[in-house]
């Protein structure tokens, strides 16, 4: 018999298993599947069927076994893990059948017989646990990427024990993953609040503070994880983060080395260490970190994006895009790469491509500020783009990220005899054209009559920025402030006029000047 008479018999063997199996006649469609196991032993739906049969004569034993000889085969078949664990569930082995059925679940996301039997099995296992038992089970589906789940067993676990740090620090960081940073906060500080010196919720608390734009706060809560755990290369690499991003560059870039030191297989650790690198100019060292980081783990998408904005600095654009493509293959869902293709699309001359990029990265993340400035930015110089579109768009981003609570009582002096405070808010005060038009405004101002504070965004300082330091009454650096850090510090000056100098450039402070600090506020 040749390879295709004995497959037209073992197709036609499992029809009239399936015709046995169908009218109940289990018995004699056992017979007929394993006949077909003795000449294909891999046969994965003869495999299967007899689980199932063995299922319906209550040998959930048997079944258990067959299945998982099913998935061993072939682990591709979501229904395979929704058989096993139904049989799992008939034996009361409820957290193998979870952990089965959340794997499952992996695989086939929307398969509404694994979820409505997830749902059952917690539903009916959840009314006699202890804090424990949920945590361990909101633990196991944290692991295996179902977070819903997870936070809804961190939930049981601290409604039972409302003191378990261990459920508050994990729940915390699923909220902190869906970007829901406050309430995050509130879970991390709940259990410092149980114990102080808890590492992981401190080191998470500083890391939700510095997404929050609260650097100061950060740095504040990694030194307690470090003042507990000098070795801890985690905490050295959030530090080296929130320092680049206050602006202290040297000392983010001793941070991380510390952190590598410690660490030398840390990629992430590499991949930021480059990052402060490239803000201090030093490009091609920039360029070999980020090099490292993908050595050490290829399929880091951020590490290539990262490799893609050193390579842009240096005016490689095409290699630039090239990074960013393979950090789009790699997670399609990464919004800073689709912002950063953007941008060197941009530099590029290609609009079009440029405008769709940006496009997809606020599909991601609705609220990305930065594409929708930079969208709104470009949007006037891509062919075919109406004026109503770009009207749209801006009342988009100011309907999404206007403050609703401004200023409601300046505290200024309306004393037409008192020289007026006047703020100017820039990312420009540098080497940059926006200086050459502005120097001169300032310059111009007579002192008798106003008094002039300079809100810098600048991150690295040259000749420029010293020439205003000098025109300045007062210099204030914005760097590492949040909006409400800088709107206190505003409110604070007293500025009769503040004075937008970015737009919808990069480094703007736009969402700022939504609050209104300032009674009057110019453009």
């Not at 049989?87 to 082995?93: F, Q």
């Not at 740095?219 to 983060?241: F, Q, R, S, T």
């Not at 400035?373 to 006037?380: A, G, K, M």
Request: glycine fraction near 6%; charged fraction near 20%; charge should be negative.
């Amino acid at each position: 018999m040749d390879s295709s008479q004995k497959e037209i018999t073992v197709d036609s063997a499992y029809s009239q298993a399936l015709e046995h199996f169908n009218s109940g006649r289990y018995a004699e469609a056992d017979k007929f599947c394993t006949a077909i196991i003795q000449a294909i032993p891999n046969h994965i739906d003869a495999i299967n069927l007899i689980g199932v049969i063995a299922q319906k004569i209550n040998r959930h034993d048997l079944a258990v076994e067959q299945f998982k000889q099913a998935i061993n085969i072939d682990s591709s078949r979501a229904m395979l893990y929704y058989n096993l664990g139904a049989s799992l569930y008939a034996l009361s082995r409820h957290d193998e059948a979870l952990q089965v059925l959340s794997a499952g679940k992996v695989k086939e996301p929307d398969n509404s017989h694994i979820r409505d039997l997830i749902s059952v099995i917690q539903n009916r296992s959840s009314t006699n646990i202890g804090a424990g038992e949920a945590l361990s089970r909101g633990i196991a589906s944290h692991q295996a990427g179902n977070l819903d789940e997870a936070a809804n067993w961190y939930g049981k676990a601290l409604e039972i024990d409302p003191a378990s740090t261990t459920a508050l620090c994990n729940l915390g960081t699923i909220m902190a993953s869906r970007s829901e940073l406050d309430q995050a906060v509130v879970n991390f500080q709940k259990a410092l609040s149980i114990n102080p010196n808890h590492i992981d919720a401190l080191s998470n608390l500083g890391l939700a503070f510095s997404e929050q734009g609260r650097f100061a706060a950060a740095l504040v809560e990694l030194e307690k994880v470090l003042a507990i755990k000098p070795d801890h290369a985690e905490a050295h690499n959030a530090v080296g983060i929130v320092l680049k991003e206050q602006g202290r560059f040297a000392a983010a870039v001793e941070s991380l080395k510390k952190a590598i030191a410690i660490s030398p297989g840390f990629a992430d650790a590499y991949s930021n260490l480059g990052n402060a690198l490239k803000a201090q100019g030093r490009l091609e060292e920039a360029v070999d970190c980020q090099k490292k980081a993908i050595a050490i783990n290829p399929k880091v998408a951020e590490a290539h994006s990262n490799l893609g904005n050193a390579l842009n600095a240096l005016g490689r654009l095409d290699e630039a895009v090239y990074c960013y493509q393979k950090a789009i293959t790699l997670n399609p869902d990464g919004v800073k790469a689709y912002y950063n293709l953007g941008n060197t699309l941009i530099d590029q001359g290609n609009f079009v491509a440029g405008v769709k990029s940006y496009r997809q990265a606020i599909a991601l993340n609705p609220d990305y500020l930065e594409a929708h400035s930079n969208l709104i930015f470009v949007l006037p110089y891509v062919y075919g783009i109406t004026a109503e579109e770009i009207i749209r768009q801006a009342k988009r981003w100011d309907k999404q990220f206007a403050a609703k609570s401004p200023v409601s009582d300046h505290a200024n002096i309306p004393d037409p005899e008192k020289p007026l405070r006047i703020g100017y808010v820039s990312p420009d005060f540098r080497d940059h054209a926006v200086a050459y038009l502005l120097e001169p405004l300032i310059a111009s101002h007579n002192p008798d009559n106003v008094e002039i504070f300079c809100y810098a965004e600048v991150m690295a300082v040259d000749n420029v920025t010293e020439r205003f330091m000098a025109l300045a009454n007062h210099w204030r650096s914005t760097v590492g402030l949040s909006d409400i850090e800088l709107l206190e510090v505003i409110t604070k000056d007293k500025i009769d006029i503040l004075v937008d100098c970015g737009g919808h450039t990069a480094k703007n402070r736009l969402s700022l000047f939504s609050h209104k600090p300032a009674p009057v506020q110019i453009s």
